[in-house]
């Protein structure tokens, strides 16, 4: 159900998805599994890619798409596709990185939480100089259960001494709403409808859309409202922990 007009949410930290929200690495993830898949005698379907790679783990995604190979094939074709993926040049989403920079120019607490490994992380955000961006960085070998579970969101929080209820989090794919609102985090969607029916708050098509309003020295307080204010979300300066 969506939050009536005017609603306004009040966090203490922000925690990004990588793929989709970030970095603009639909294409590179899609043409990565669809290349390999047929290298290996299978044709991946477009429902197919939406639901099996998307806001996945990789051992998530080479098992539902091989679900008779060997676990050793399925490693062998994972480690295939990996290697696409951290070697591809990314394209910010547009208007991620302005808003990351000011948030952490901010002193916002800000976080990662993705389904990918450090390698891709660091020729994705290395590239874009988002390294530093980051104060914690959950990845796919942190957590024993990827999205759509809540682990990477909780980690995520733990690690920026916030509870979930405080947190802002940008999602892009449903499996990964889900794993950010039954962490009990307030989200954001990056993408259509589908998002705001799994959970989001408000979806918006990319981070140029959202009003920015405020500083941190005024009144604490840096607003972010969607095009048609329905909802707003305020950072505000809270005790660690919240």
Excluded at 40 to 63: F, I, K, N, S, W
Excluded at 89 to 99: F, I, M, S
Excluded at 186 to 191: E, K, L, N, Q, T
């Amino acid at each position: 159900m969506q939050p009536q007009a005017g609603t306004r949410y009040e966090v203490e930290a922000v925690v990004f998805d990588m793929d989709g929200v970030l970095i603009d690495s639909r294409p590179v993830i899609e043409e990565a599994w669809r290349s390999v898949a047929r290298r290996h005698g299978r044709v991946l379907a477009d429902p197919e890619v939406e639901e099996y790679v998307h806001g996945r783990t990789g051992d998530q995604t080479v098992r539902l798409i091989f679900p008779d190979h060997s676990d050793a094939d399925r490693k062998s074709i994972w480690a295939e596709v990996d290697t696409v993926e951290e070697e591809a040049p990314y394209r910010a989403v547009p208007g991620a990185d302005g808003l990351a920079t000011r948030l952490r120019d901010a002193g916002v607490p800000v976080g990662l939480a993705t389904s990918s490994w450090t390698r891709k992380i660091d020729n994705a955000l290395g590239g874009l100089g988002l390294l530093d961006v980051f104060r914690v960085r959950v990845t796919r070998d942190d957590v024993e259960r990827g999205k759509p579970h809540p682990d990477p969101y909780l980690a995520a929080c733990r690690g920026l001494g916030i509870r979930p209820q405080r947190a802002l989090v940008f999602e892009d794919s449903v499996s990964g709403v889900r794993s950010a609102v039954t962490a009990g985090a307030v989200c954001v969607g990056i993408g259509g409808p589908a998002l705001v029916e799994a959970g989001a708050v408000v979806a918006v098509a990319d981070f140029t859309a959202l009003v920015v309003g405020g500083t941190a020295e005024e009144a604490g307080t840096i607003t972010l409202t969607d095009p048609d204010g329905r909802v707003t979300v305020a950072l505000v300066r809270g005790p660690v922990g919240g």
